[in-house]
């Protein structure tokens, strides 16, 4: 992908350099660094859909199957590097006269490691536990099992901070003034099947942003966004932002 100039004019470079830009962040943006997608492949976990792990209902079903599950995450996650997405989006953030933020679906904190300051996770962190009895949060070890005990109230509830399906995302006194505010909205590697953020393209194209798609292949809300780029994100990433720090 190249930005020509008719490419800045779409993009409205004239808006006073973009200042607010708000990205929003899935599961492809880490798949470059070895992390799995949700709904790739066969988008299954020891036969289990993500759907069916990643619920209270689950949790509450089987709470070993679902600390398993994350166990395993937490540990890929670790061991994963940021990739060349993550590190131009960080150069964003340092370079960019305006705000940016990053609102990511991914529970990884592989933005962070990038250097990312502005992220906000609306689904949580696998480096987060929290008490499912007192709402008390702490550093999650790097093991998570249900025999563990909540440090504040000595509780057995303890769980990985996520939000799961059918629970509100974390975020929202953050993210709609933030979507209200943008110039630009860009979707990176994010299939658009769950909201609310699958919502968000279109919410801040309402609100008057830009919005772009950068995939690998189209999104479900495809139709949200003013342009769609298609491509690996370890491409598509360093080169828009490469064109918005220069513009
Ligand atoms: P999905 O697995 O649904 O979608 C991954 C997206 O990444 C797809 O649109 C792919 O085309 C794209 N993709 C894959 N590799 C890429 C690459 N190298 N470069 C660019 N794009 C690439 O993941 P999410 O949309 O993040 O929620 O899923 C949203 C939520 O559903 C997750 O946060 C999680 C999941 O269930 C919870 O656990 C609550």
Redesign the pocket.
């Known amino acids: 992908m190249r930005y020509s100039k008719a490419d800045a004019e779409n993009l409205g470079a004239d808006r006073c350099l973009l200042q607010n830009i708000v990205i929003l962040t ?4 880490s ?2 660094s070895g992390l799995g ?4 492949s066969d ?1 299954l976990w020891e036969h289990h859909r ?2 069916d792990v ?1 619920t209270p209902e689950a949790f509450e079903a089987d709470p070993d199957l679902v600390h398993r599950f994350y166990n395993v995450r937490r540990d890929q996650s670790a061991k994963a590097r940021p990739n060349a997405a993550h590190i131009a989006l960080a150069r964003l953030e340092a370079g960019h006269p305006g705000r940016v933020r990053i609102i990511t ?3 990884d904190d592989l933005h962070e490691r990038a250097g990312s300051r502005a992220v906000t996770h609306m ?1 949580g962190a696998l480096s987060g536990a929290l008490c499912h009895g007192c709402g008390h949060r702490w550093p999650a070890p790097a093991v998570m099992s249900s025999t563990d005990t909540c440090p504040a109230c000595g509780a057995t509830q303890t769980r990985p901070d ?4 059918g629970e509100i995302p974390y975020g929202a006194e953050v993210i709609d003034p933030a979507l209200a505010a943008a110039d630009l909205f860009v979707a ?7 909201y609310p ?1 699958a919502a968000y393209a279109q919410h801040a194209a309402r609100m008057g942003a830009h919005t772009i798609e ?4 189209t ?1 479900a809300n495809a139709r949200d966004f003013a342009e769609i780029h298609i ?4 491409e ?1 990433v360093p080169e828009w932002v490469e064109h918005v720090l220069t513009e």
Do not use: D, Y
């Open positions: 899935g599961a492809g943006i798949a470059e997608t949700f709904r790739e988008g993500v759907e990643a679906q991914n529970v689904h996520i939000v799961w399906f990176i590697g994010t299939s658009g099947q769950v953020a950068l995939n690998l292949a999104s491509g690996p994100a370890t598509l």
